[in-house]
């Protein structure tokens, strides 16, 4: 049997309170990965940084574009979302 891949947005609340929004496909090592100082350079100086919100998408690309989306959004339409999207 073969194992589903699952394709994971996820938002990332660093240290100053700013948000970071990715794409992976193992999000407990991507987190980990930012944490580590390996991951993004915006993340590096913002350590250490909690996984505040995450969704689960069938495809690479539907994922994708959810982090791409996310990103066209204020910070105030951020904090809705996630908020939401918690519901």
């Not at 194992?3 to 990332?12: A, M, P, Q, R």
């Not at 240290?15 to 992976?24: I, P, Q």
């Given at each position: 049997?073969?194992?589903?891949?699952?394709?994971?947005?996820?938002?990332?609340e660093c240290?100053?309170?700013?948000?970071?929004?990715?794409?992976?496909n193992d999000l407990a090592?991507?987190?980990?990965?930012?944490?580590?100082?390996k991951g993004a350079k915006y993340?590096?100086?913002k350590r250490p940084v909690h996984c505040i919100y995450y969704e689960t998408y069938e495809t690479k690309r539907k994922a994708m574009q959810a982090e791409y989306q996310f990103k066209q959004l204020s910070r105030q339409e951020k904090e809705r979302y996630?908020?939401?999207?918690?519901?």
């Open positions: 049997m073969e194992k589903k891949i699952e394709h994971f947005f996820y938002v990332l240290r100053d309170g700013s948000y970071y929004a990715g794409y992976t090592r991507r987190v980990r990965v930012h944490n580590e100082g993340t590096r100086a996630i908020k939401m999207e918690d519901k």
